[in-house]
């Protein structure tokens, strides 16, 4: 155990992790830890935190305030949860050639970055608050799920040869895109509630996406499709107020010729969205749409389709 009052057996957290064992639980009581934190060369490792309003990990010197793997080294079969983790130089969170990481019940106040990592697990947790991008992988493979991701410059950014799958998120106050995915990077969206950001989804270099079952509204734009990049959507429902399909351009130009045949141009009706609140009304269109209870990351307020 870890606690800054000295009631546990370390007073610092990466002392622990340097004493540890693979397969061995971490657990850290409340506090603010002021230092620079490193996994690697770890298996099976599990650090839990008392909670995100309890624990919080500020960084010291370096750029990014955890670090899990190293190259060359790496880390596997990490979970990390009950903790907040906030920037330090730009960064908050960066995984690096690690393998098999869960992030379960985390706040990331900054950036996460990974780069050459597979099998990344980011769930129920919020990230928000970076002056670049929220979530962002390079030639890397993760799922988020249920994620409430805000308040970035860009809200997600699919990079390199990533496989990425975003499935019931919230993504929102973006300065420009809520979601990005470029170069050579497969991206799977299914039922994303991506609302109130500078732009949707942009679609670039010779990217390939399925795109199905979201929410892309209240934006200045929905999906922008670049000329290599293939996006093949179905049964999403698009709420913009300067266009909801376009190709890349300067400024984009409308495609409504892209728009799939399924997909659908009309307000999704939450219950407040000046206050944030994305939940769908009761007298929602959005339910029992092609397979979907209802379209989007959140149920109607009644809680049943």
Same mark, same amino acid.
């Given at each position: 155990m870890v606690a800054? @009052? *000295?009631? *546990? #057996?370390? #007073?610092?957290? #990466?002392?622990?992790? @340097? #004493?540890?064992?693979d397969g061995d639980t971490i657990r850290i009581k409340a506090g603010a830890y002021a230092e620079d934190v490193t996994i690697h060369s770890k298996e099976g490792l599990r650090l839990i935190g008392d909670g995100v309003d309890q624990v919080t990990i500020l960084g010291l010197r370096r750029v990014g305030s955890f670090h899990i793997g190293k190259w060359p080294y790496g880390a596997t079969d990490i979970e990390i949860s009950g903790l907040?983790?906030?920037?330090? *130089?730009?960064?908050?969170l960066g995984i690096f050639n690690g393998r098999a990481i869960t992030l379960r019940n985390v706040r990331i106040k900054g950036q996460l970055f990974g780069q050459e990592v597979q099998g990344v697990q980011i769930e129920n947790?919020?990230?928000? *608050?970076?002056?670049?991008?929220g979530v962002s992988f390079v030639d890397s493979q993760a799922v988020l799920?249920?994620?409430?991701?805000h308040d970035n410059d860009h809200g997600v950014k699919v990079a390199g040869k990533s496989h990425v799958r975003l499935d019931h998120n919230v993504i929102t106050r973006s300065l420009f895109e809520g979601v990005v995915v470029t170069d050579e990077a497969q991206a799977v969206l299914v039922s994303n509630t991506i609302v109130k950001n500078g732009g949707g989804v942009a679609f670039l270099g010779h990217s390939r996406s399925e795109v199905s079952g979201n929410i892309v509204g209240l934006n200045k734009v929905g999906f922008v499709i670049g000329p290599s990049s293939r996006a093949l959507t179905s049964y999403n429902a698009l709420y913009n107020s300067e266009g909801n399909f376009l190709k890349t351009g300067s400024p984009p130009l409308p495609a409504p010729d892209l728009k799939a045949d399924s997909d659908l141009i009309l307000d999704p009706r939450f219950v407040d969205p000046g206050l944030y609140d994305f939940r769908l009304r009761t007298d929602t269109p959005l339910t029992r749409i092609g397979g979907f209870a209802f379209l989007g990351a959140l149920p109607p307020i009644d809680g049943s389709p």
């Open positions: 800054l @009052d *000295g009631s *546990g #057996q370390f #007073q610092s957290i #990466q002392e622990a992790i @340097d #004493q540890s064992s907040t983790i906030h920037e330090h *130089g730009g960064l908050a947790s919020v990230i928000g *608050g970076s002056e670049t991008t799920v249920r994620n409430l991701i």
